[in-house]
């Protein structure tokens, strides 16, 4: 059975760099055709796809985010990491993992992590 694990700072204070580390469970980060997805969800707004990176380490983010984001990943621990940097209050949000199929669909979730960025 697959899981994704979400792990987050909780608080994180504005202007400093929001980690979220993805934890993947009974599958390979690094199997075709399979990308790893990072959403959100702010309070009382849509869903929110951050970025992703694919099975071969290429990753990929949201054109709003371009300049703030990068993803890695640690394949000994099975794992990847979305890095936010200069985050404001409006990065508040709940954070989620998610894999992807390899054509936008997205059939398995974390449970979600929520991530408050308040002095």
């Not at 390979?28 to 694919?54: C, F, N």
């Not at 703030?68 to 989620?96: C, G, H, I, M």
Request: aromatic share 10%.
């Amino acid at each position: 059975q697959v899981q994704l694990q979400e792990s987050g700072p909780g608080l994180v204070l504005p202007s400093q760099t929001l980690s979220l580390t993805c934890s993947v469970l009974g599958a390979s980060i690094t199997a075709s055709p399979y990308h790893w997805v990072v959403i959100r969800q702010p309070p009382g707004k849509g869903l929110e796809w951050m970025g992703a990176m694919d099975y071969t380490g290429h990753w990929y983010t949201r054109l709003s985010l371009v300049r703030r984001t990068s993803l890695t990943r640690d394949t000994s621990k099975n794992q990847f990491t979305l890095r936010l940097d200069s985050v404001t209050p409006e990065d508040t949000a709940v954070y989620y993992c998610a894999r992807d199929t390899g054509d936008f669909s997205w059939d398995l979730w974390g449970q979600g992590t929520q991530v408050t960025v308040s002095s």
